[in-house]
Every structure is written in structure tokens, then in C-alpha cells.
């Protein structure tokens, strides 16, 4: 837990001596023994802890303004409660002077991860070096699986899903705990992608799994075996809806994919495996003009861009030597990134 705690206090928000930080908490929801170990981290690096009990706010509700306040007349915040951060800079504009540090992690069991015991600053040049270099527009991207997913295409510049994302981003706003990565813009799609989960982020492994066959960068039906006839109904049924629905050619076109890339974040089922889905193990489609989901995950993928292997079987691949992250590593002071 402490390593936790230290990845968080030090690493990620960057706690310096004679800061005033505070410690904003969901009520019956966020562990207290965890708040106090923060504290006494953030005390003894030098800093002034503050800690706030809020209770869960309404879905969408406003910040009220006494919490504004507090957040404003702070040097940083560590966040384990739900704060937008597009309704954040709407408040307190883009520039307010402090770093609002937010999570998804509430209980002990999350501070034990793998996730959060990670260095995150290793795991945050990981997703920039993504997100920035190598999911570039016109590189071809190609997934497998062992469970029979075979599809290729190449990054397109815009994705809808991403766009939406975006509109919830601010620069003094950061994460610690790594999420999915920013949807990639699919064109081109081509292939056949098996369905090994269903349930989003519940993740529940299907026995007898559809494949979802897209041609043209289109979702155009549902295959299967027997077996898997309910599975087929039910994917078959969703993509029917959305083409009666929105009535275009693109309503089931594939809008991008995303999944984790956080080295050793846990990939199970439920609660803490799936804190963002940052694990390499998921991935997803997002669907259609409107970017949704249609709760399809894939399994242990293998990943190539430009014919080199980046995942292999829902890990990075051995193959995968990426000169900027061995050298961001170095700086880190670690001997190996994954
Ligand atoms: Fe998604």
C-alpha cells in the first residue's frame, strides 16, 4: 500500500515541500486508512494536507461553489472523487494554478495493484508516446486472437469517440490511474472479430462467442456457430436497431477501438481489474456517426502497426523495443518498463 501511496504523492502529483494540497474524498465510498497514509506521505514530504468528506455527488450535478473554492486556494488536489474536468475549467478557466490529481482507485484492494503500484510516470510516457507517436493517421494497424479475431486497417485522423473524450479533458487535470487509451480512427476495416466478452466493463467471458464481420469499415452481420446462436441473435439484433435507428449507410461502421496499454494492470473481470480499462488484455469498438459502444470485448490480442508486433497474446510483445520508452525508463531510474 505505502507504494501506492508514494507512486501517487510523489510520481504522479508531484508533491513539493511547502504545498498546500488537498485531499478531496467520496463519503462511505473512499478508504480512510488510505486518506491518513496520504496524509502522512504528503506531511512528510514537506507539504500541508487538508482533507475534505463530500458526499457522492448526483449524476451531472454542479460543483458547488464552497468546493470550487477549495480547490481553487489549493497548490495541488488529490481527487478520489468524481469531478469533470470540462465542468472544472468551465469554473476555474484553463489556467487556475493548481493540479488537480484524479482517480478511480477507492478501496485497499485497489492501492495493492499492480495498476497503482506501477511508476506512473513510466506508465504515463507509455500512453503520451501512444497517443502521440505511434497511433499515427495512415499507419496500418492488424489484431488476432487466439480466440479467432483477425482484423486490419489503417488510423484514420478523426475518430467521433475520441472527439467526445476530448471535450472532457483539461490541462491541470491528470489521472492516476492509467485509462483506456484515446480511440484510435479506424478506415479501411477488414476482417472478422470474435466477441469473447460481453457486459462492458463487467466483462463476462462468453462460451460460445459471435464474430462480428466487417467489410468496408462496416459491422455488416453477425456469424457463429450453433452454439453460439443467442449470442448472434443478440449482437445481430443490436446492429439491426442502430441501422433502423439512425438510418444511414454508416450507422454500424467501425468509428475506432481503444483498450489499455498500463504494463501490468490487472485485466479481470469486475471491480478492480477493470479501474479504466487500462490492461493490455481488453479492447473495444466503438460504433457508428455517434462513436457508442455496443458492449463487444476482445480478448489477449495480438497487436501489429506497420507489420511490427506490439502486444503478443494480450501482452507487449517480446519483439517490442521501443528506443524512446527504454530511454524513458532509464530517466525513471527503472531497469525494465514492462
Ligand atoms: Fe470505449
Redesign the pocket.
Given at each position: 500500500m505505502q507504494e501506492a501511496v508514494a507512486n501517487l504523492v510523489q510520481n504522479c502529483a508531484q508533491v513539493q515541500r511547502g504545498e498546500s494540497v488537498l485531499l478531496l474524498n467520496e463519503q462511505d465510498v473512499m478508504d480512510a486508512d488510505v486518506v491518513g497514509l496520504i496524509g502522512e506521505a504528503i506531511s512528510a514530504a514537506g507539504a500541508t494536507p487538508r482533507v475534505m468528506w463530500e458526499p457522492s455527488p448526483e449524476r451531472g450535478a454542479a460543483i458547488p461553489g464552497e468546493l470550487l473554492e477549495s480547490i481553487a486556494s489549493s497548490d495541488k488536489v488529490i481527487a478520489h472523487f468524481p469531478l469533470s474536468p470540462s465542468a472544472l475549467q468551465e469554473s476555474l478557466g484553463p489556467d487556475p494554478g493548481v493540479v488537480v490529481v484524479q482517480s478511480m482507485f477507492r478501496t485497499k484492494q485497489h492501492f495493492v495493484s499492480e495498476h497503482a503500484r506501477y511508476h506512473w510516470g513510466m506508465a504515463n510516457a507509455i500512453y503520451e508516446r501512444f497517443q502521440n507517436e505511434l497511433f499515427a493517421e495512415g499507419r496500418k494497424w492488424r489484431f488476432a486472437s487466439p480466440g479467432g479475431t483477425e482484423i486490419s486497417g489503417v488510423i484514420d485522423a478523426l475518430s467521433e469517440?475520441a472527439r467526445q473524450l476530448d471535450d472532457n479533458l483539461a490541462p491541470f487535470c491528470r489521472s492516476f490511474n492509467s485509462p483506456?487509451y484515446i480511440?484510435v480512427a479506424s478506415k479501411g476495416c477488414e476482417g472478422r472479430a470474435v466477441v469473447e466478452y460481453t457486459g462492458g466493463f463487467r466483462r463476462i467471458p462468453l462460451d460460445h462467442p459471435p464474430t462480428l464481420v466487417i467489410e468496408d469499415n462496416i459491422i455488416v452481420r453477425v456469424e457463429g456457430p450453433p452454439e453460439a446462436k443467442r449470442w448472434v441473435d443478440e449482437y445481430s439484433q443490436v446492429l439491426d436497431e442502430r441501422s433502423e435507428r439512425l438510418g444511414t449507410p454508416d450507422a454500424n461502421k467501425v468509428d475506432?477501438?481503444?483498450g489499455g496499454l498500463h504494463p501490468t494492470a490487472e485485466s479481470i473481470g469486475g471491480d478492480i481489474g477493470l479501474v479504466g480499462?487500462a490492461g493490455t488484455k481488453m479492447a473495444?469498438?466503438?460504433v457508428g456517426p455517434d462513436g457508442a459502444?455496443i458492449a463487444a470485448q476482445w480478448g489477449d490480442l495480438d497487436m501489429w502497426l506497420d507489420d511490427e508486433p506490439v502486444m503478443a497474446n494480450g501482452r507487449y510483445a517480446a519483439g517490442f523495443d521501443d528506443p524512446k520508452l527504454r530511454e524513458a525508463a532509464r530517466q525513471f531510474g527503472l531497469s525494465h518498463w514492462r
Amino acid at each position: 500500500m505505502q507504494e501506492a501511496v508514494a507512486n501517487l504523492v510523489q510520481n504522479c502529483a508531484q508533491v513539493q515541500r511547502g504545498e498546500s494540497v488537498l485531499l478531496l474524498n467520496e463519503q462511505d465510498v473512499m478508504d480512510a486508512d488510505v486518506v491518513g497514509l496520504i496524509g502522512e506521505a504528503i506531511s512528510a514530504a514537506g507539504a500541508t494536507p487538508r482533507v475534505m468528506w463530500e458526499p457522492s455527488p448526483e449524476r451531472g450535478a454542479a460543483i458547488p461553489g464552497e468546493l470550487l473554492e477549495s480547490i481553487a486556494s489549493s497548490d495541488k488536489v488529490i481527487a478520489h472523487f468524481p469531478l469533470s474536468p470540462s465542468a472544472l475549467q468551465e469554473s476555474l478557466g484553463p489556467d487556475p494554478g493548481v493540479v488537480v490529481v484524479q482517480s478511480m482507485f477507492r478501496t485497499k484492494q485497489h492501492f495493492v495493484s499492480e495498476h497503482a503500484r506501477y511508476h506512473w510516470g513510466m506508465a504515463n510516457a507509455i500512453y503520451e508516446r501512444f497517443q502521440n507517436e505511434l497511433f499515427a493517421e495512415g499507419r496500418k494497424w492488424r489484431f488476432a486472437s487466439p480466440g479467432g479475431t483477425e482484423i486490419s486497417g489503417v488510423i484514420d485522423a478523426l475518430s467521433e469517440r475520441a472527439r467526445q473524450l476530448d471535450d472532457n479533458l483539461a490541462p491541470f487535470c491528470r489521472s492516476f490511474n492509467s485509462p483506456a487509451y484515446i480511440p484510435v480512427a479506424s478506415k479501411g476495416c477488414e476482417g472478422r472479430a470474435v466477441v469473447e466478452y460481453t457486459g462492458g466493463f463487467r466483462r463476462i467471458p462468453l462460451d460460445h462467442p459471435p464474430t462480428l464481420v466487417i467489410e468496408d469499415n462496416i459491422i455488416v452481420r453477425v456469424e457463429g456457430p450453433p452454439e453460439a446462436k443467442r449470442w448472434v441473435d443478440e449482437y445481430s439484433q443490436v446492429l439491426d436497431e442502430r441501422s433502423e435507428r439512425l438510418g444511414t449507410p454508416d450507422a454500424n461502421k467501425v468509428d475506432s477501438w481503444h483498450g489499455g496499454l498500463h504494463p501490468t494492470a490487472e485485466s479481470i473481470g469486475g471491480d478492480i481489474g477493470l479501474v479504466g480499462n487500462a490492461g493490455t488484455k481488453m479492447a473495444h469498438f466503438h460504433v457508428g456517426p455517434d462513436g457508442a459502444h455496443i458492449a463487444a470485448q476482445w480478448g489477449d490480442l495480438d497487436m501489429w502497426l506497420d507489420d511490427e508486433p506490439v502486444m503478443a497474446n494480450g501482452r507487449y510483445a517480446a519483439g517490442f523495443d521501443d528506443p524512446k520508452l527504454r530511454e524513458a525508463a532509464r530517466q525513471f531510474g527503472l531497469s525494465h518498463w514492462r
